[in-house]
């Protein structure tokens, strides 16, 4: 029973991606063509990685770049702020965790406006500030979110013997509280950088060609000048653009996990 | 070094209102001694020895280290825990948990900048005093309570601190393992010859470990002295309650005066004090009284007729060398503890009360 559903969820989940794996092997790429004129092919791939006209390798790249800096920036400047929330006595700090949250709930398309005008007063259209900037700002509650309710779990007691044992409270965050937290730092890099990785919007706006553009934007205009779809192009595009996500999970797994299940301070 | 706190005072603000903690505290820790808080939970013993780290700020008094003014909430000092040169153990050990055990004893050698062959010479001394040399590789989630337990001793005694503070560092072993941890904490501090403030909720732990034992209750402090002082003479219920690990037997008792002799009367018996106690009990300024006597000073004697009060075993507990038999007295229970072990249980007994040893308090 148990495994019935199992195969279920999983085949509703992994059919998309199935679709695209197939879809994007396909040397003749229609949709609802029968089965049977199905033929292998890398063409599509190599056309992707290779063709500079697509300019894929460069949204990857961007992707990366904007992405990364974008997650990193924003979890260290979260985890500041979550240490000072969960540890100090601030009047008002609650508000703060609700006005982030407010904030975060904001429909994109409201401030994507003014946005605009500010990049551009600021002469950063089409530049990778255009995109870290307002990525860093997006993925900023969700940290703060989790962080604030991480650390609020390490006791209280590991502070006051860093503090004892000669720590600044700055020596506190990055000697004690992040490397403990490490596990809970790290899913959240991962959770900001693939939150950044997937945005469409502020990416199509602030974006002109591929210098700055990321990888969703280019694969949803990579149709031709005459309006065909290459679905081959698209669907290989889309599976190269899901490895890296694929390799950092990979790599932080362990550790996230090796973290979780480490004893904290009692046994 | 010695430690000196004057008219120490700390409140909490919280949503339900203010907490003061700790209620104008004046002591002084004299140089190498070991000085025990004790006290109930919630009676502000953390929360000093909080303030004497520097964890928390004072909300008036001051706090010297010798002549060193630390806190003084008038001329506006505050000092961190790291000028202060304080050595903190917590009862959860607080090691940190992504830090190897010879890394634990060395962050504190760490953050001061030592040199990485200081470091290592002293981690290993300190390791060696509290038999861990061998554990310096393991992370502190291998380790067992009480092997964790000294290595938050070592990290403590590592950078030889001003003065050694410890929150019921015990509490959270065994009580075999606790009995001999408390032996070695007192050797330890002995020869390392460290101002000590030991904060204990167990009364066993202050007798045993303290040259001196400071009482505190909802934030003010009871009575001082040494362990024996407080036990003998107590100055109020609260400090005779503490102590003792059979408690003590508290009555309500009238104070009658004869021609020149003094009667007390104890649940409808009438006893005769003693000339040297006289004097004490006269002080009173009401004839109502409270009487204490402790269990040991009670002698239960097996023939009832020819005592001033008589009894029936209710329960007994066998306690290894001596029992303790709890004796129905009219309504009232008396404890008393007997080094013979042939008693029965609805055996009807005298009961004589050791009139030298008793404590009398006036009662509220």
């Known amino acids: ?267 | 070094m010695r430690l000196e706190l004057v008219n120490l005072s700390k409140k909490f603000r919280s949503m339900r209102g203010e907490v003061e903690a700790v209620k104008n505290i004046s002591l002084t820790v004299e140089e190498k001694e070991f000085f025990v808080l004790l006290g109930p939970s919630g009676c502000g013993k953390s929360t000093l020895l909080n303030l004497v780290a520097g964890l928390e700020r004072p909300t008036s008094g001051e706090i010297r280290f010798d002549s060193d003014l630390v806190a003084a909430t008038g001329r506006k000092i505050f000092r961190s825990p790291k000028e202060r040169n304080v050595a903190m153990v917590f009862q959860n050990y607080a090691l940190y948990p992504h830090l190897k055990v010879y890394d634990n004893i060395a962050f504190p050698l760490k953050i001061e900048k030592w040199d990485k062959s200081e470091i290592e010479n002293a981690v290993k001394k300190a390791a060696d005093i509290l038999g861990i040399a061998g554990l310096l590789n393991d992370k502190p989630s291998e380790l067992s309570g009480g092997q964790r337990q000294r290595v938050a001793i070592a990290r403590a005694i590592v950078r030889e601190p001003n003065i050694f503070l410890l929150d019921e560092p015990l509490s959270n072993l065994d009580a075999q393992l606790r009995m001999s941890m408390r032996t070695e904490l007192k050797n330890l501090q002995r020869r390392l010859e460290i101002t000590t403030l030991y904060v204990t909720h167990d009364q066993t732990e202050a007798m045993t470990l303290g040259d001196r034992v400071a009482i505190l209750k909802e934030g003010e402090i009871e009575q001082i002295g040494t362990p024996l002082e407080l036990y003998d003479k107590p100055r109020n219920i609260f400090v005779a309650r503490f102590l003792g690990s059979s408690p003590i037997n508290i009555f309500d008792a009238e104070i009658t005066a004869e021609e020149d002799k003094i009667f007390i009367r104890i649940a409808g018996n009438r006893i005769e004090l003693p000339h040297n106690r006289m004097e004490e009990v006269r002080g009173f300024k009401a004839d109502k009284v409270i009487f204490g006597i402790r269990p040991e000073d009670v002698e239960p004697q097996s023939d009832a007729e020819g005592s001033p009060v008589a009894g029936e075993i209710q329960d007994i507990e066998l306690l290894g060398r001596e029992t303790l038999l709890h004796i129905s007295v009219d309504d009232n229970t008396v404890r008393a503890l007997s080094e013979s072990s042939k008693w029965e249980i609805g055996q009807a007994v005298g009961i004589k009360f050791v009139m030298e040893k008793a404590h009398f308090f006036e009662s509220e």
């Open chain 1, 1 to 267: 029973m148990i495994a019935a559903g199992v195969v279920l969820m999983l085949s509703f989940c992994l059919a998309p991606f199935f679709f695209m794996i197939v879809t994007s092997l396909s040397k003749n790429p229609e949709f609802l063509s029968p089965a049977a004129d199905y033929q292998f092919t890398l063409q599509n791939y190599s056309s992707v990685i290779f063709k500079e006209s697509l300019h894929f390798i460069d949204y990857l790249r961007n992707s990366i770049i904007v992405s990364g800096v974008a997650a990193v920036a924003g979890v260290l400047t979260a985890s500041i702020a979550a240490f000072a929330i969960a540890r100090f006595e601030l009047p008002g700090k609650m508000l703060v965790l609700f006005f982030a949250l407010a904030v975060s709930m904001f429909p994109q398309i409201s401030i994507v406006g003014y946005l605009f005008k500010f990049m551009t007063w600021m002469g950063w259209i089409n530049s990778y500030f255009a995109l870290i900037f307002p990525y860093v700002a997006w993925v900023l509650p969700l940290s703060l979110w989790i962080l604030t309710s991480y650390f609020s779990q390490i006791p209280k007691e590991l502070d006051r013997a860093a503090y004892v044992d000669g720590c600044s409270r700055l020596k506190v965050l990055t000697r004690v509280i992040m490397p403990v937290a490490m596990p809970a730092i790290l899913s959240t890099v991962l959770l900001a950088f693939i939150f950044a990785f997937n945005e469409f919007m502020f990416a199509l706006i602030l974006t002109s060609d591929h210098h700055a553009r990321t990888v969703p934007v280019g694969i949803a205009l990579f149709q031709g000048l005459h309006g065909e779809i290459p679905w081959g192009d698209i669907m290989a595009a889309s599976a190269v653009t899901t490895l890296p996500v694929v390799i950092l999970t990979i790599i932080f797994q362990r550790r996230i996990i090796a973290g979780l299940t480490r004893g904290a301070v009692k046994g």
